[in-house]
């Protein structure tokens, strides 16, 4: 019985990593992206990406990886107690139906752990191997893609969130801050193209400058909507006041 509870765990373990990759896709996350941060979740390891913050900063996939979480240790937590039940000789079908002398031989407890653990190694295998075939995986997902389309449970996702390449490249929204180098410059004079970043518009309290020109200035509290790689636009537009601080502090000694 513990073995096929580990099997019926791993099994459904899968699915629901599956079905999470799906779900954070259809929230506008691109498909690489979105099966790690599903397998991330469920695992509770590598979620210290630059990637992390689409998840964070969204409410739909805040609570699918809330879900992800719970049963990602739920799971954790069966499969532990399902493999140290089978490598426990005493509570096997098998040493009871011999102890009863149902079965024509006897087997020692020593070989039923042996076998179980083989069983178990085996049981990981061939779970993997099937759920890493490309043509099952596919049929899989796009059936789960359409369970989960047809229950309306997602709703459209604004462009800002949107990653529309692979490579960490999106679009998002950014507020300029007074420590961002950019601030007070114009669009050329702050080399925005040699940091691989492409301004879409600059929204200045009511008004928004569709794709501006290169010498519009850009102003504090400017919200700046930004082409390139996620991760690094912050980290080149707004840094954070610390670090800001700390250069100038190490530039002065």
């Not at 990593?17 to 941060?37: D, H, M, P, Y």
């Not at 599903?38 to 979620?47: E, M």
């Not at 700046?224 to 800001?244: H, Q, S, T, V």
Request: charged share 20%; proline share 4%.
């Amino acid at each position: 019985m513990s073995i096929m509870l580990f099997i019926i765990v791993l099994v459904a373990s899968f699915i629901v990593v599956r079905i999470g990759a799906v779900a954070f896709q259809l929230t506008g996350l691109e498909w690489s992206l979105a099966k790690f941060q599903s397998l991330s979740c469920f695992s509770g390891t590598g979620f210290t990406t630059k990637e992390a913050e689409l998840i964070t900063g969204h409410p739909q996939r805040r609570r699918i990886a809330s879900v992800l979480m719970v049963l990602g240790n739920a799971g954790l937590v069966t499969l532990i107690a399902a493999v140290a039940s089978a490598l426990n000789p005493q509570n096997t079908m098998l040493v009871w139906f011999s102890s009863k002398s149902l079965l024509p031989f006897s087997i020692p407890p020593w070989l039923v752990m042996w076998v179980n653990l083989s069983i178990i190694i085996i049981a990981i295998y061939v779970t993997y191997k099937v759920f890493t075939n490309t043509k099952l995986t596919h049929k899989l997902t796009n059936y789960l893609r359409k369970k989960i389309i047809r229950r309306q449970q997602f709703g459209k996702v604004s462009f800002e969130e949107l990653t529309v390449a692979t490579g960490g490249y999106g679009v998002t929204r950014i507020q300029v801050n007074q420590n961002s180098p950019v601030l007070d410059k114009t669009l050329i004079e702050a080399g925005l193209r040699k940091m691989d970043i492409n301004i879409l518009a600059i929204i200045r309290g009511e008004t928004t400058i569709a794709n501006p020109g290169a010498d519009n200035k850009i102003g504090l509290s400017d919200e700046l909507i930004c082409f390139g790689k996620l991760g690094e636009i912050r980290d080149k537009l707004c840094p954070p006041l610390e670090k800001k601080e700390a250069e100038k502090g190490k530039a002065d000694t």
